[in-house]
């Protein structure tokens, strides 16, 4: 009689609030990013267990709340559930990005009466690398994309010169103007 091959029993998959400093988070990026969520209530969940989609781990996801649901969930109108096992691993840069990510999907519209209609919104960009290399950046979302890609850099390519300055240069020799003050912060003009 052949042996059945031993196959793990699968995580089971639970749910609880997540912790005030995700709260915390999310409310400065909305403030920050995100008016048009400022009336918007907004629960933060932490998903345990294993969370894969096509194979690969999903960091979070949101999901608009409507009808019965909503008036059972005290009006509240987006669910924001974020998975723990990914969430332990990563940096605070990361997180913040996750975070912001599912809010911006998050979309608060008016109907011609007036009322409020809240959705998600899709991501711009879904894309095979493999299409890009062979085709390039040859629709407008790319396009953007690879501006917005180009500007990071370049705001990240300042920092670190300027990381590198102040920690080389001895304090005598920091640039100053003429009238000795600190050098004015540089503009947010993008080129």
């Not at 909503?70 to 997180?95: C, L, P, Q, S």
């Not at 007036?114 to 959705?119: E, I, P, Q």
């Not at 890609?149 to 100053?176: G, R, S, Y």
Request: charged share 30%; with cysteine; aromatic share 8%.
């Amino acid at each position: 009689m052949a042996r059945k091959s031993f196959k793990p029993p699968k995580e089971k998959t639970g749910y609880e609030y997540a912790p005030e400093a995700i709260t915390v988070m999310a409310a400065r990026l909305i403030d920050d990013h995100h008016g048009h969520l400022a009336e918007a209530k907004i629960a933060y969940l932490m998903r345990t267990g294993s969370w894969q989609k096509k194979g690969s781990p999903v960091d979070a996801d949101v999901q608009v709340i409507s009808g019965a649901n909503r008036f059972m969930m005290d009006e509240t109108v987006f669910r924001v559930i974020i998975n723990a096992k990914v969430w332990e691993k990563v940096d605070e840069k990361t997180r913040m990005y996750i975070l912001d990510k599912q809010l911006s999907r998050c979309e608060k519209n008016s109907t011609a009466a007036g009322d409020v209609r809240w959705s998600l919104r899709d991501y711009q960009i879904k894309e095979f690398a493999s299409l890009i290399k062979r085709h390039g950046l040859v629709t407008d979302d790319l396009k953007r994309l690879d501006q917005a890609l180009k500007q990071t850099e370049l705001e990240f390519n300042k920092e670190q010169e300027a990381e590198n300055t102040t920690d080389t240069a001895p304090a005598d020799e920091q640039p100053a103007s003429q009238d000795g003050a600190a050098p004015a912060e540089e503009s947010d003009t993008v080129f």
